[in-house]
Every structure is written in C-alpha cells, then in structure tokens.
C-alpha cells in the first residue's frame, strides 16, 4: 500500500474530494476513487457547479444570481464609507471585536436635540472637575457667610479674632436724668443699638449695653458722665479674655459695617496711629522736659513698640474726645483707671472740669508723664467723624468732618442736643449708610417698596 505526505482516512490510501477529483490525477499513487455513499454519488456534484458557487460567493461579475446585483455586491463598501454616530443602544459582548465609538457615550437616535445634548454631555464631562470646585466654593461661602459659621470662625480667637474685642454702648434705656426721653430719644437709642448689634453679630464682638442713667455712688455726688470710667472697670472683670474694649457713646453710628476692627486699625496699630501729640495739639499741650525723666518718658513718642499703646483716642478742634475710644487690658490700665475714677481728684477739680471725665484725662496726660510713653492718638475721621455743625458749621475741616467719597468708619453726631437735630442727624446717617453698603438685591426691594408706597399713596388721595 503506498502512503501520500500524510496518512489517509481511505482505504488503500489517498484523500477523497468528492466532484473534483474524477478524472484527476496528482502522480500519486493514492487511489483517485471517491466516497460513493455521500451526496447520491460521485458525480452529482459536477466541477461547473462547485465553480458557480464559488463565483456567487466571490462576487463574480460575470455570474449573478437572483437579488444579488450590483449594490448587493457593494453593499458593505457603501455602508462603511457613510458616517458613524455612536454604538447604538444594542448591548454587544466584551469579546466583540473593537469597533469605532463602541462604549462611548452618543446619541441613539438623531435630531438637533440629541445632537445638542451629545454637545453638552461632552462639555460637562471637560468641566466636571471645574463644575465640582465652584460647587465646593460654593458650599463654603454658604456655609461661612449665609449660616451663622461665619460668626463662629470670626469670633474665634484663634481664626478671626473677634473675641478680643467688646464694644461699651452707653444707652441710658432708664430715661434721662435732667428730662424724660420722648419718642425722638427713643428713636435714636432704638436705632443705635441695633446698628451695634448688626456689627457685633457680622465680627464675632462682644457687646455690652450698659444703662448710663444716674448712679449715685457717693451721697454728697452726682457724676452721670463719669460712669464710663467705673463702667469700663466692670466690663473687663466681665470679659477676662477681652483685650481691647471700645467705648461708644448713644448718638455714635457705624457707617461701614464691612470694616472689621482688625483690618482698619489693629492689624497695622503703628501705622493707624501716632504718638507725638505736636502732630496735632488744639490744646497745645507742653512737652515734659523734667531732667530727671527716664528717656522713654522724655520721649514724644514713647518707645516707639505698638505693643505698649494701651489708650488710644482721637481729637477734635476743642481736644481728646471720649465719643469713641480704645483702652487695652493691662496693668497700666487699671493703674489709669483707679486715677481717673479717684473721688478726691474729682472734688478738687470737678468744678473747672466743664466736659467732665474728659477734662480729667487732659490734665492727667499733661502732668503725669508716666501716662504718656503709653497713650497713642488716632486720626479724629478714621472712629469719629464730625457731621456739619460740631467744631464748624460748614463742616469742611479735612480732619474732623465726615466725607462720604472717602467711606469714613464712624459718625458722631457730638453736640447735637445743644441746637441741633439728633433724630434728623441720625436717620439720616442710617438712611446714607444703608445706601452706600446695600446689595443688588436690597435695592430692588426698596424699590419695590418705594414703588407699592406711593401707589398707595395715589389711591389715596383718589378715595379723598
């Protein structure tokens, strides 16, 4: 028996292909005889045939068979050359050959909407991590400044700071002592403390409304305005973590409730202050020249460390006011204080004092040089501005006068019982820093309000 290359399933050797191996001979000597039981026999499947079929399979333009013409034949090319929009929605299985855009995101369908939606799905996923950090910004800003956190942050002493501070307002809510208080008295203290209470709440300060009405601590006495000195006293033994109190009188406003305490003045103290009283002395008030003064208290400015201010006040045309002043915690303070307050002082000189306590500081700063290397002055308009009427009635002095282009800090409406307007000074001061600090918001509701008002009012003279 002979062998082809291979062995061979046929009997006597050789490889069968039925239909296509009659009549053919390889040279070899493997039997060209075929399967005779397959198909019907041998020679059903003629050679034309198998050559047809394989002409149908390979597109053979000159065989064609029925429903397969030309574009059955370039179905495929035509189909693959027209563009493609995504996967489709079929879900096809991970073994699948990679094709274009398969697992990616895309429209299932067509239209201007989809295609607008393919659009912005692209830029979103661009944008996500930006998308996320406004978001973050914006969880923040609501949290530290729509929600009380703020107050928290602010008032801690180790963030914002605001717990060093306690704000004094003299309100004298008993009633007057020389008069009862009418509406317009009430009006103002009304309007006062709120505008206190606003800004404590905004900077994490404390506040203390102290009632200023008489207290007669001495029998023989009668020393309303001298109160602040004892009240001072009292607050810090309140407040034992308070370094910084300030005193502010009843007819005070705060115009700029966006500066904090820190950033308009403590923050800088050497550059918000000075110490040499010649740069401005409407009192002219000597310079100590006593030879045997250390160097620190011949000195008109101390030693020169903001570290050792402990008073500090500002100045008018008539000398120190106490409207609005600073006075620091420390052993010098209670030192000052205990002096002030002294009763014998008070008896002696009580009668050439015509502005009282303020009169006292003056000569105290003038004949104790002690006082001095520790007492700093602050420019009259940064805490205390002056309207038209107090020291001048044109109220133009650059130095003492409030000026709305430059937003002063605070408004003193000093004097204003003796021939001015308190309530008409101080609405309209209110009403001038409610304009000057209101948001997009508050003022559409006000002109909202201003609009449903005079529409009211028409109506009413209508109906008259």
């Not at 700071?161 to 809510?173: D, P």
């Not at 109190?245 to 202050?273: C, G, K, R």
């Not at 000074?425 to 309000?449: A, G, P, Q, V």
């Amino acid at each position: 028996m002979s062998l082809s290359r291979s062995p061979s399933p046929q009997r006597g050797g050789g490889w069968a292909s039925p239909g296509l191996t009659d009549n053919i001979s390889s040279g070899r000597s493997s039997p060209v005889r075929a399967y005779t039981n397959v198909n019907g026999g041998a020679n059903n499947v003629a050679w034309a045939s198998a050559k047809a079929r394989s002409a149908q399979v390979n597109g053979h333009q000159g065989f064609s068979t029925k429903n397969a013409g030309w574009f059955g034949r370039h179905a495929r090319s035509i189909s693959s050359s027209l563009p493609r929009f995504g996967s489709g929605g079929g879900r096809k299985s991970y073994g699948d050959r990679e094709k274009l855009n398969r697992g990616r995101w895309g429209p299932s369908g067509g239209g201007i909407f989809r295609r607008f939606q393919t659009l912005c799905g692209g830029i979103f996923r661009r944008m996500k991590l930006r998308l996320l950090l406004v978001l973050a910004i914006l969880v923040l800003w609501a949290l530290f400044y729509i929600t009380p956190l703020h107050r928290v942050y602010r008032k801690a002493s180790f963030l914002g700071g605001g717990s060093r501070f306690v704000i004094i307002l003299a309100a004298n809510q008993g009633g007057g002592v020389m008069e009862w208080k009418g509406p317009r008295e009430w009006a103002i203290e009304r309007d006062s403390i709120r505008n206190k209470k606003h800004y404590a709440e905004k900077w994490g300060y404390e506040l203390e409304i102290v009632d200023m009405s008489t207290k007669k601590r001495y029998a023989h006495e009668w020393r309303e305005s001298w109160e602040k000195v004892d009240t001072i006293r009292t607050t810090l033994r309140k407040y034992p973590n308070v370094e910084w109190v300030w005193w502010m009188d009843l007819n005070t406003f705060i115009m700029e409730p966006s500066y904090s305490l820190q950033s308009h003045i403590f923050q800088d103290l050497a550059l918000s202050t000075y110490r040499n009283i010649s740069v401005y002395n409407p009192l002219n008030i000597p310079a100590i020249t006593a030879s045997q003064l250390d160097p620190i208290s011949l000195s008109p400015t101390g030693d020169n460390n903001p570290q050792s201010i402990n008073l500090i006040i500002p100045q008018d045309c008539g000398g120190f006011n106490l409207g609005s002043f600073f006075v620091r915690r420390s052993t010098w303070t209670d030192r000052l204080l205990d002096i002030w307050w002294d009763p014998v002082m008070y008896e002696q000189r009580h009668m050439q004092w015509e502005h009282k306590e303020q009169d006292a500081l003056e000569y105290l700063y003038s004949v104790q040089p002690w006082i001095r290397p520790h007492v700093a002055f602050i420019p009259q308009r940064k805490v205390n501005s002056f309207p038209p009427g107090a020291c001048g009635d044109k109220g133009d002095d650059p130095r003492i006068h409030y000026n709305q282009l430059d937003r002063d800090f605070v408004v003193n409406m000093a004097g204003c019982e003796w021939g001015r307007d308190c309530w008409g000074e101080m609405y309209n001061y209110r009403e001038l820093s409610h304009t000057l600090n209101s948001n997009m918001w508050e003022n559409f509701k006000d002109w909202f309000n201003n609009m449903v008002r005079d529409a009211l009012r028409r109506e009413q003279k209508k109906g008259a």
